[in-house]
């Protein structure tokens, strides 16, 4: 696969990735609206942060490692030695879910039975579910390895979608079976995930005429599974060491991915019905080809993901009191709800620039410089948790968004510095992706301006056809900054026309 190849398909995999999480928040966004009309924010506020949280935590330790380990390895090697390795995180996922099964039901505080029933049940469903996720690892690494975009786009939206279906319909008919209702769609959403990934392969090992499957290191779908190799050793012992270091640092970032959930579970300074609320070797070593293509897709996806969180960021401001209205009713949107979503629209902005950031920086890194980053990421791991405790005990459910916008900061400022390092002696400058021009910048001042001005006199309390003209001076303002940004990003439009034309082309050839 030459260099343009590359850069096409990792151009299509980012964007198909950042479309699959929007659409995933949408649905999201409009299922709990359906279930809080139905099931009280307790139990909500179980599944969104505890019973979440103990999937998350299985399978983000049972895995991660693995993922990046084997990912991270080149075209050469003995696939099944891979793949062995990456059965090893069935047993582990085993070994979390009992594990963490047992401080969830045994020494965390449990429900009121009255207003949470089930909840023991909903605790093994959910780690039953993160085992089952687990036996499909194999098989999205292999996809993930060579760039099966379509797969991941199907599989992924699939599941949700069922799930989102069946919750709704459990809700809608059943909806005194409580965390039943979670639990069984979170089992059939990762079932339905793992049979997606299955199915593929084996239809696809099982044409001989296709040009993916001559391309793929196994020719049936029991070559998947775990065997003795030929090189007598049972794993890549490289590998295996590159996973253990992976591991110790994915154990740090869970604390700061997950941070304030553990508050929130461990610490219970939130009751549960407040807890709804929360929610990719140096440069010089490189072959210049391959520098200008990592380049340039460095900078363009920092381009994009500024865009994109400047856009939720500026319109979210002044449109949070009118989304929680819409969602959940005077329940959310009056109190501390439009506060708390204004500052996770900042969140978001962070979270998409740290994202691009640290996703490259994790990928640049050699074996040595993950062990020293491991340091800093426990000590940034301890001052975040005090931090998050801090913050809440001093302004409520905020003080948890504002210790991962800290979090976030500091992990952006390290990645930046090392990709500036990386990239030094080179001619190339990705970070560029994140200066906009100034007329794009005017652009997002004056609508985040108008946008609040209408909310104070559109909004919320002089009924909907003041509402309506909100929305409409939104649209407005939204059309004329994307049209701004069309205007002045150019280069940003052509690499995203060339190279997703350039990934269409080379599917329609293959």
Same mark, same amino acid.
């Not at 090189?231 to 490289?238: D, H, L, M, P, R």
């Not at 900061?409 to 190339?428: A, D, M, V």
């Not at 946008?451 to 909907?464: A, D, H, P």
């Given at each position: 696969?030459?260099?343009?190849?590359?850069?096409?398909?990792?151009?299509?995999?980012?964007?198909?990735?950042?479309?699959?999480?929007?659409?995933?928040?949408?649905?999201?966004?409009?299922?709990?609206?359906?279930?809080?009309?139905?099931?009280?924010?307790?139990?909500?506020?179980?599944?969104?942060?505890?019973?979440?949280?103990?999937?998350?935590?299985?399978?983000?330790?049972?895995?991660?490692?693995?993922?990046?380990?084997?990912?991270?390895?080149?075209?050469?090697?003995?696939?099944?030695?891979?793949?062995?390795?990456?059965?090893?995180?069935?047993?582990?996922?085993?070994?979390?879910?009992?594990?963490?099964?047992?401080?969830?039901?045994?020494?965390?505080?449990?429900?009121?039975?009255?207003?949470?029933?089930?909840?023991?049940?909903?605790?093994?469903?959910?780690?039953?579910?993160?085992?089952?996720?687990?036996?499909?690892?194999?098989?999205?690494?292999?996809?993930?390895?060579?760039?099966?975009?379509?797969?991941? *786009?199907? $599989?992924?939206? %699939?599941?949700?979608? @069922? +799930?989102?279906? &069946?919750? #709704?319909? /459990?809700?809608?008919?059943?909806?005194?079976?409580?965390?039943?209702?979670?639990?069984?769609?979170?089992?059939?959403?990762?079932?339905?995930?793992?049979?997606?990934?299955?199915?593929?392969?084996?239809?696809?090992?099982?044409?001989?005429?296709?040009?993916?499957?001559?391309?793929?290191?196994?020719?049936?779908?029991?070559?998947?599974?775990?065997?003795?190799?030929?090189?007598?050793?049972?794993?890549?012992?490289?590998?295996?060491?590159?996973?253990?270091?992976?591991?110790?640092?994915?154990?740090?970032?869970?604390?700061?991915?997950?941070?304030?959930?553990?508050?929130?579970?461990?610490?219970?300074?939130?009751?549960?019905?407040?807890?709804?609320?929360?929610?990719?070797?140096?440069?010089?070593?490189?072959?210049?080809?391959?520098?200008? *293509?990592? $380049?340039?897709? %460095?900078?363009?996806? @920092? +381009?994009?993901? &500024?865009? #994109?969180? /400047?856009?939720?960021?500026?319109?979210?401001?002044?449109?949070?009191?009118?989304?929680?209205?819409?969602?959940?009713?005077?329940?959310?949107?009056?109190?501390?709800?439009?506060?708390?979503?204004?500052?996770?629209?900042?969140?978001?902005?962070?979270?998409?620039?740290?994202?691009?950031?640290?996703?490259?920086?994790?990928?640049?890194?050699?074996?040595?410089?993950?062990?020293?980053?491991?340091?800093?990421?426990?000590?940034?791991?301890?001052?975040?948790?005090?931090?998050?405790?801090?913050?809440?005990?001093?302004?409520?459910?905020?003080?948890?968004?504002?210790?991962?916008?800290?979090?976030?900061?500091?992990?952006?400022?390290?990645?930046?510095?090392?990709?500036?390092?990386?990239?030094?002696?080179?001619?190339?400058?990705?970070?560029?992706?994140?200066?906009?021009?100034?007329?794009?910048?005017?652009?997002?001042? &004056?609508?985040?301006?108008?946008?609040?001005?209408?909310?104070?006199?559109?909004?919320?309390?002089?009924?909907?056809?003041?509402?309506?003209?909100?929305?409409?001076?939104?649209?407005?303002?939204?059309?004329?900054?994307?049209?701004?940004?069309?205007?002045?990003?150019?280069?940003?439009?052509?690499?995203?026309?060339?190279?997703?034309?350039?990934?269409?082309?080379?599917?329609?050839?293959?």
């Amino acid at each position: 696969m030459g260099s343009q190849e590359v850069l096409g398909q990792a151009a299509r995999l980012a964007s198909s990735g950042l479309l699959l999480q929007v659409l995933f928040r949408l649905i999201t966004f409009v299922l709990n609206a359906f279930i809080l009309r139905f099931l009280s924010k307790e139990i909500v506020g179980i599944v969104n942060v505890r019973l979440t949280l103990l999937y998350s935590t299985t399978i983000f330790l049972a895995r991660e490692a693995f993922r990046r380990a084997c990912l991270s390895g080149g075209a050469q090697r003995d696939w099944s030695q891979t793949l062995n390795l990456l059965w090893l995180t069935v047993p582990l996922g085993v070994f979390w879910s009992l594990f963490l099964g047992w401080i969830w039901l045994q020494l965390l505080e449990v429900p009121d039975p009255n207003a949470v029933p089930h909840y023991g049940t909903g605790v093994v469903l959910f780690g039953l579910s993160a085992v089952v996720e687990l036996l499909g690892e194999p098989f999205w690494v292999l996809a993930q390895a060579h760039m099966f975009v379509k797969l991941k *786009v199907i $599989a992924e939206s %699939l599941s949700v979608i @069922l +799930k989102s279906v &069946l919750i #709704a319909f /459990l809700v809608l008919w059943l909806p005194h079976w409580g965390l039943y209702v979670f639990s069984l769609a979170q089992l059939f959403y990762t079932t339905v995930l793992v049979l997606c990934y299955v199915l593929y392969f084996k239809k696809l090992l099982g044409s001989s005429q296709s040009s993916k499957q001559q391309t793929l290191p196994v020719s049936r779908i029991t070559d998947l599974l775990p065997s003795i190799p030929r090189s007598g050793a049972f794993v890549n012992w490289k590998e295996a060491k590159l996973t253990w270091s992976f591991f110790k640092q994915s154990f740090l970032k869970q604390i700061l991915t997950e941070g304030e959930r553990y508050v929130m579970t461990f610490l219970n300074v939130l009751n549960f019905g407040d807890q709804v609320l929360e929610r990719e070797k140096d440069a010089t070593l490189q072959k210049q080809e391959d520098i200008a *293509v990592a $380049a340039a897709v %460095l900078e363009s996806l @920092l +381009k994009l993901a &500024l865009l #994109a969180g /400047l856009t939720i960021t500026v319109f979210g401001f002044a449109y949070s009191q009118l989304a929680l209205d819409i969602y959940g009713g005077a329940m959310l949107s009056s109190g501390s709800g439009p506060v708390l979503l204004r500052s996770y629209c900042l969140y978001v902005l962070l979270l998409a620039v740290n994202g691009i950031t640290e996703c490259f920086t994790f990928a640049a890194m050699s074996k040595e410089q993950v062990d020293r980053y491991n340091f800093t990421m426990l000590a940034l791991s301890s001052s975040f948790l005090v931090l998050s405790y801090l913050l809440t005990c001093w302004c409520g459910s905020v003080g948890f968004i504002l210790a991962n916008c800290f979090n976030m900061g500091i992990r952006i400022t390290q990645s930046l510095c090392f990709i500036h390092r990386y990239y030094r002696k080179s001619p190339y400058r990705p970070l560029a992706g994140l200066h906009l021009s100034p007329v794009l910048i005017g652009a997002f001042a &004056l609508s985040g301006g108008i946008t609040g001005v209408s909310e104070v006199f559109l909004c919320c309390e002089q009924g909907w056809p003041a509402r309506l003209a909100h929305v409409a001076v939104g649209a407005f303002c939204l059309g004329a900054t994307l049209g701004t940004a069309f205007l002045t990003e150019t280069k940003l439009i052509h690499f995203l026309r060339t190279q997703l034309g350039v990934s269409r082309l080379t599917d329609k050839m293959t």
